[in-house]
């Protein structure tokens, strides 16, 4: 057993029993991937949480936070919405729909053109103001606990590991963890 195995922790358990009734089972990934899981539904249950305090959900925070990355006059057409959001085009019309009924979005079609655009009311704006401050000021508050240089160091982990993942299963849509 390699010194940095910890017998008290519990994803390392899982892989040392593994090794113990399999020996010579590959379970270098369980000590990754196992981790990243765990992370992901800790991470999405307490985003989860945070959005619904604030009487939101992770599919208005994305569909209303799409719309003001954009920048002024915060409007974008459905077909935006949907390569932006890496979401169906369904999805996209049930989260517009939604949204227009709150009263956080105006939906418009194009005079000549079968184009629908999307475009933020005053009341959304108001709306993912206070959420993107609400969520990431919660992420910053939940990463503290690193380093800055742990943090740094993370970052380029997970990006390396993301880039090769993605060049090897090829593209997934995103998904917030988490979002319906």
């Known amino acids: 057993m390699a010194s940095d195995w910890d017998e008290n922790d519990s994803v390392d358990a899982i892989a040392l029993a593994w090794l113990r009734e399999r020996p010579g089972t590959p379970v270098d990934g369980i000590r990754i991937v196992t981790r990243v899981w765990r992370l992901a539904k800790l991470l999405g249950e307490d985003r989860?949480?945070?959005?619904?305090?604030?009487?939101?959900?992770?599919?208005?925070?994305?569909?209303?936070?799409?719309?003001?990355?954009?920048?002024a006059p915060y409007r974008l057409s459905t077909r935006e919405l949907t390569e932006r959001t890496r979401v169906s085009a369904g999805a996209i019309s049930?989260?517009?729909?939604?949204?227009?009924?709150?009263?956080?979005?105006?939906?418009?079609?194009?005079?000549a053109s079968r184009t629908v655009t999307v475009t933020l009311t005053a009341e959304g704006h108001a709306l993912v103001e206070r959420l993107v401050d609400?969520?990431?000021?919660?992420?910053?508050?939940?990463?503290?606990?690193?380093?800055?240089?742990?943090?740094?160091?993370?970052?380029?982990?997970?990006?390396a590991?993301?880039?090769?993942?993605?060049?090897?299963?090829?593209?997934?849509?995103?998904?917030?963890?988490?979002?319906?």
């Open 94 to 111: 049930q989260r517009v729909a939604r949204a227009e009924q709150a009263g956080l979005v105006r939906r418009a079609s194009g005079v």
């Open 134 to 159: 609400r969520v990431l000021g919660r992420e910053a508050e939940l990463i503290s606990c690193l380093s800055s240089e742990q943090q740094t160091a993370l970052t380029e982990l997970l990006r």
């Open 161 to 180: 590991f993301l880039g090769e993942l993605e060049a090897q299963l090829g593209p997934v849509p995103h998904t917030q963890v988490g979002s319906t």
């Open 48 to 71: 989860r949480r945070t959005l619904a305090a604030a009487g939101a959900d992770a599919a208005t925070l994305d569909l209303l936070s799409v719309l003001r990355r954009g920048g």
